[in-house]
């Protein structure tokens, strides 16, 4: 059956198969940067024939004729199991695919094709969970360039609520890194979840390996916030904190040794020698371990 869609709808099947985003397709490519994939992706004109025979060139697994024509399927080697007659379920040579969106991410760039950090604020999260990968909501949002944070797909997300407290606080801005392979996320880290119904900032403990399973979403504020447990067949978007930006400025901090000193100090002891007492009585009682743990 022939497939109707354009070479731009190939192009993102094409990169959904191989778990690329735009940076990392135009890296492969061989591009200074991302805007020529991009403009493939968002349709704003069609590849010529340089352009596909690079594509073919950088990935030979693909069939010419499902690219230029969409006929067939996507794969050489599938159209090889097919002509010769065996049944597709029984011919899959492709290796198994690590857990991810399954999706091409959408991204906007500057002038110089570099990719640009978008904010989503609370005031379009609501809109960003229905319309998170559309070009029209994105180019609305607010797009800077952070530094030290260095090249890749960035988003910024303000946080609602203080579940995540006393880590990231009400109307802080969370910068992350997009996660293409839910599979190899690191535990315990905090990450960005674009689901269904929400846009929530949670800690994750494992990875994901199962589409099927059910993810555990744990707060930092657990005095008031339970494990919160969601299906992952919910789950949109991933994307792992790397930083934030607050308005809360911090106080002072609790100065310990400032408060010990005093404390010894009105007990009529001279800081300086009881700290040295201490230190001596430290190496004593090591040394002393030490042969009784050689006779063991």
């Known amino acids: 059956m022939e497939n109707i869609t354009s070479v731009g709808e190939r192009i993102k099947q094409i990169l959904a198969h191989y778990q690329l985003n735009a940076n990392q397709a135009s890296q492969k490519l061989g591009h200074a940067n991302a805007s020529k994939v991009y403009k493939f992706l968002a349709g704003d004109f069609k590849p010529g024939y340089d352009s596909l025979v690079e594509l073919l ?13 969409g006929r067939g399927p996507m794969l050489r080697s599938e159209a090889g ?6 049944p597709p379920a029984k011919a899959a040579t492709v290796p ?17 094709g570099k990719e640009n950090t978008l904010l989503v604020p609370m005031t379009a999260q609501a809109g960003y969970r229905h319309s998170y990968n559309e070009e029209a909501f994105l180019q609305d949002m607010v797009p800077y360039h952070l530094p030290g944070f260095g090249d890749g797909t960035m988003r910024a997300f303000e946080v609602s609520g203080d579940s995540m407290a006393p880590t990231y606080r009400h109307r802080d801005i ?3 890194s997009y996660v293409d392979r839910w599979d190899l996320l690191r535990p315990d880290e905090s990450y960005v ?18 589409r099927r399973g059910v993810l555990e979403l744990h707060s930092d504020n657990s005095a008031q916030y339970g494990v919160y447990k969601m299906p992952v067949a919910d789950l949109q978007e991933l994307w792992m904190v790397r930083g934030f930006v607050s308005n809360n400025a911090p106080g002072r901090p609790d100065n310990a040794n400032e408060r010990l000193r005093q404390a010894i100090e009105e007990l009529g002891h001279n800081y300086h020698e009881v700290l040295r007492f201490l230190g001596n009585s430290a190496r004593g ?12």
């Open 57 to 69: 060139a950088t990935w030979p697994e693909i069939s010419g004729d499902w690219l230029l024509l």
């Open 81 to 86: 199991v097919a002509a010769a007659g065996t």
């Open 96 to 112: 198994q695919r690590g857990v991810s969106s399954g999706q091409v991410l959408l991204i906007t760039v500057d002038r110089t």
């Open 174 to 176: 969370v910068v992350c």
């Open 193 to 210: 979840l674009v689901t269904t119904e929400n846009v929530l900032l949670k800690r994750l403990v494992a990875p994901i390996t199962d």
């Open 285 to 296: 009682t090591a040394e002393l371990r030490g042969p009784l743990l050689e006779v063991k």
